[in-house]
């Protein structure tokens, strides 16, 4: 597989420099290879796009660029100029070409241009000769990439495309409007991200990813959003990769995960990608071995399977009056005295369990006290009614 790594790709959240240094140094410990830089919260990449970044971050990614090169890992900034991009406007595709210009100057060599989460038509006062978005997406990334390899013969663009998942059609996604004129005109070297059948899919396989695949000859990079949570930040997933036929995946340009943003989580999951990539299997035995240099309290891997996937139940007894017994000292031991970088990302969600734990097991009706205490009023008096 030709492309693995990190996408810093989510909302509500962004790395430090020194952050992004350390998951490159990772990435580089696991022997996987990309750095996609396109953080939601940089107002520079998306909202504000056609203003020009400070100086400053440019001397910042510029040695970002430099370190993760050193690394033997490839730092891929992305921009995503959909929200206000105009297709007949010179003057915007002028502020988008210098943008990517820049990177050019700071010997970056590989780009990503993001065209997510918009709405699937042409924009209002598109202009003549454009009869689809996805023909005017497909036109963009020629004239870009024609423009850009004159300067640098070596450029790599890579793609995401506003359809990037079965999700967004009606019907087979070979047959929509949008995938069959952006199949026509792209050139063939730029892959395209693209997340399964969902956007979060349950399974990822030859099924699923088929149609797709043919379409763009597998020319495909998997934007991985299994570990993804900041469309339920009050929840939080650890485990291994489940639902992703390995052989489907290797068939394909490339995979990377868009995960937490919490830094030494993303460093864990990383290592458990590797442990999926790698085809040492979906079991617990596999996991352990994938997270054994992070030092995990006992307490932290008794609760694991709580923290499993968003697509595992825990049995009805998971949380047991057994399971809090031999854990009595669960909030000192493990909320309060555990030294390791993890306790500080995971305590919500660590005291959410032992919350939900202590609800399910203790008499609701006679301590109303107790949940006037710990949730919120409109919640309190549902669960007191409950």
Not at 84 to 91: A, D, V
Not at 226 to 250: E, H, K, M, Q, W
């Amino acid at each position: 597989m030709e492309f693995t790594g990190y996408i810093e790709g989510y909302f509500g959240r962004t790395l430090t420099w020194p952050q992004r240094r350390g998951i490159i140094d990772q990435l580089a410990r696991l022997g996987m290879n990309r750095y996609l830089y396109a953080p939601k919260e940089d107002p520079y990449h998306r909202v504000r796009w056609k203003e020009s970044y400070p100086a400053d971050w440019h001397d910042e990614l510029s040695n970002l660029a430099s370190h993760a090169a050193r690394q033997g890992v490839t730092l891929v900034p992305a921009l995503a100029p959909g929200l206000s991009y105009s297709y007949s406007s010179e003057s915007d595709y002028a502020v988008l070409l210098a943008k990517f210009r820049s990177y050019l100057e700071m010997g970056i060599t590989e780009l990503a241009l993001l065209m997510d989460d918009l709405p699937i038509s042409l924009p209002p006062g598109s202009g003549d000769g454009l009869k689809s978005l996805g023909h005017s997406h497909g036109r963009l990334l020629r004239r870009l990439q024609d423009d850009l390899r004159s300067e640098s013969p070596s450029i790599q663009i890579w793609f995401c495309p506003t359809v990037y998942s079965d999700h967004f059609v009606d019907g087979e996604v070979s047959e929509c409007e949008y995938i069959l004129d952006l199949a026509g005109e792209i050139p063939p070297d730029i892959p395209i991200f693209w997340t399964g059948n969902d956007v979060i899919p349950p399974t990822i396989d030859g099924q699923s990813m088929g149609r797709i695949a043919d379409a763009f000859q597998n020319n495909i990079i998997i934007w991985e959003n299994y570990y993804a949570n900041d469309y339920c930040p009050s929840r939080l997933f650890i485990g291994p990769i489940i639902g992703r036929d390995l052989n489907t995946v290797n068939s394909l340009r490339g995979y990377m995960i868009n995960p937490t943003g919490l830094y030494e989580t993303d460093r864990l999951l990383l290592s458990v990608t590797r442990s999926f990539l790698d085809g040492r299997g979906e079991g617990r035995a596999a996991w352990e071995g994938a997270v054994e240099d992070f030092e995990l309290h006992p307490y932290a891997l008794a609760v694991a399977e709580y923290f499993w996937s968003p697509f595992t139940q825990v049995p009805e007894d998971f949380i047991s009056p057994e399971l809090m017994n031999a854990m009595e000292d669960f909030y000192d031991a493990l909320i309060v005295k555990w030294q390791n970088p993890l306790r500080l990302e995971w305590f919500p969600y660590l005291y959410g369990f032992m919350l939900e734990a202590q609800y399910l097991l203790f008499d609701k009706a006679s301590d109303h006290l107790w949940i006037d205490r710990h949730f919120p009023a409109v919640i309190a008096e549902k669960l007191k009614k409950d």
